[in-house]
């Protein structure tokens, strides 16, 4: 483990390094080879990122990801750009129907929030940007109160959508699931990357079976609501969604736009974060819609709330707790859960675009765990280097290497030197 005194201009030059080698004209990566393509939360922020340098490029990433919105305001999970083999399941398999070759299902709302960050940079120079990217934000946030509100609280429809992929969290309604019926195939992720730290084989044959089903629909969302077996009220979807509905408020009227739908609509998620309070777990849970059950686990997505700016009950004893078990970050799945695992992917690493997340609500509630999160989040990466995700109780880095979003978060939050936005200023 380095010391992080060592050489901060370095570690921002290596970040910046990481984000020009991953840009591939106007839009990121996520890393070369694993994600081959634009993913939206990534895209989100890899603009916050590339606005510490080069303010012009964070507007272009989110023009580009907006500029991908189906007719109906879904804004996809990947855009397919230019067709690369080394990925599965490709643009074929998926058959989105929107301007570009894209997946079918969307992803946590951040790309509001971040423009907000990026616009407060500047706001003479991004004015003009901001007001043709706002109707287009606007549609995307309707389509999600339009269709994917369960009692008011925001679902997932797909493991990828919450953006936690394998999430213990899924395990119970990916089990109800009976795959067969899918065509042969080849996974491309576990040739990137060790298959011990990827999702199982289990739980590939339902992703895909999931996506087989929407292409079948042609990605009908009245269609999807009655058969769709998998349909999960989350943390992460739902203060994602609330948050960039405040953040969308506060640029409308920064901008002297038509706010109208947005007071009412942070209203309805207010409420409805209530129906995702597990009070047996002291913790914002995810339900399943289907047969009411809770997940039962503490995530990372818990500690949304204050980012969201709910009520948080007894998080903090929560978040104690599972802090108090590891050094780095915070760990995607409770670290006293039997499903515990510190290197495979969602079940417990830690991801530094979280933390930092999960800090902006920390310290806009005026806690200090939000700058502990950051330091360690910085030591983390700074001893490590800018990996996908991390081991949170050794540090160790494990997925993709000189991953895009790690390298954003580093220059817009982690790093010392990083000019961050005003919740922390
Ligand atoms: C994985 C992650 C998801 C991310 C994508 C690209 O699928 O689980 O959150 O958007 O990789 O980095």
Known sequence: MKDLSMDVDALDAEAERILRMNDRGGYSVPTAGLYPY?????????AYG?????????WRELEVLMAGQWPDGMVPHIQFHKVDPSYFPGPDIWGGVGPVPSSGISQPAIAATMARLVYELDPHAGAERMRALYPKFIAWH?????WRLDRDAVCLTHPWEAGRDNAPDWDGPLARIDPSGIAPYERRDTGHVDPSMRPKKADYDR???LVKQGHDCGWD???LREVNPFRMADPTMHFTLLRAHRDLMWLGEALGLDTSPLPDWIAQLEAGAETLWNARLGAYDCRDTVTGDWADAVSNAAFLCWYAGVDPKTTAQ???????????GVASHDPESPAFEPKRYWRGPTWAMMNMLIAMGLDDAGRPEGAELRASTARLIAGNGFAEYFDPL???PAGG????????IWLGWASPKARRGRWAA
């Open 38 to 46: 634009q993913w939206n939360w990534d895209s989100a922020f890899a």
């Open 50 to 58: 590339y606005a510490m340098f080069d303010l012009d490029r964070g």
């Open 142 to 146: 309707r389509w999600f109160m339009d």
């Open 207 to 209: 992703y895909l079976w």
């Open 221 to 223: 969302q009245a269609h």
């Open 318 to 328: 929560a978040y104690a707790r599972v802090q108090s078990k590891v050094q780095f």
């Open 394 to 396: 050794t540090g160790a």
């Open 401 to 408: 290497k000189d991953f895009t979003w790690t390298a954003a």
